[in-house]
């Protein structure tokens, strides 16, 4: 006599198998929703709020070293003002960086990884310079003692790093008033940055316009060793704020 069902037992380890499969199936799906949602909100994290720059150069030595990996928040100067002593990345007000041979480009895993944070392929054409001079401000260099002055009140400045030998607070000498949407930028690393003293050659008088500001950097991110936030210093400014009231 044929048998027309199948062995006992034989039912529920299919049925076993299929709800296995199905949960497989489910949780590769929950994960890939998990992993586009997590990339989008970085994205828009990145693109509105916070994104990150490498340092290219020494100029803002011994703040930032160069290859530091440095988070900025992009909510200034759009939703908050700038201050003095902030540490800015902004777009070259023209003729500040060496024209560039090479049209660079990005891998695709440098573009996903820029999604989230993890590289900025774009750090080659930015800026990063520390803010001395708001609109309005009288900023002179150099005084007796070698002292930057901010509306007639010299700053103490523990950021800056001088040439072996050198007192003055920066490389040239200059006395200017910021105009109005405009500031004054120098790097910390005050003989080696092409900042706003070095660059009143140009149209611009080495005036950044605030406009050209991409945010403010608030910590370096990588390396771990170099993990720290970023101050403003605002003891250094607090009689140059004063006198401009």
């Known amino acids: 006599m044929t048998d027309d069902f ?8 299919t049925s076993a198998k299929q709800s296995r499969q199905r949960s497989v199936k489910l949780f590769v799906r929950d994960l890939v929703i998990i992993l586009l949602v997590a990339i989008l909100v970085s994205f828009l994290i990145k693109t509105f709020i916070v994104r990150s720059f490498y340092i290219p150069s020494g100029s803002m030595e011994n703040t930032l070293q160069i290859n530091d990996l440095i988070m900025v928040n992009e909510l200034e100067p759009n939703l908050m003002p700038i201050q003095h002593g902030d540490v800015v990345v902004f777009t070259d007000p023209g003729g500040w960086l060496p024209p560039s041979t090479e049209k660079s480009t990005t891998n695709p895993i440098e ?8 590289a ?3 750090s080659d054409d930015h800026l990063v310079k520390r803010v001395i001079g708001l609109p309005g401000d009288k900023v002179t260099c150099c005084n007796a003692l070698g002292q930057m002055s901010v509306n007639g009140s010299p700053l ?3 950021y800056v790093k001088l040439a072996a030998g050198e007192t003055d607070a920066a490389s040239v000498h200059f006395d200017v008033t910021v105009p109005k949407g405009e500031l004054w930028v120098m790097g910390d690393n005050r003989w080696d940055s092409q900042d706003s003293s070095r660059n009143q050659n140009l149209p611009g008088k080495g005036f950044v316009p605030e406009k050209d500001v991409v945010g403010r950097a608030i910590l370096i991110s990588w390396p771990i060793s170099h993990w720290t936030w970023l101050s403003n210093y605002p003891d250094v400014f607090r009689g140059a704020e004063d006198d401009k009231q």
Do not use: N, Q
């Not at 199948?6 to 380890?13: D, R």
């Not at 573009?111 to 993890?118: E, R």
């Open 6 to 13: 199948l062995p006992t037992g034989s039912g529920h380890a």
């Open 111 to 118: 573009w996903v990884l820029s999604l989230v944070g993890l």
């Open 120 to 122: 900025a392929p774009d």
């Open 156 to 158: 103490d400045e523990p």
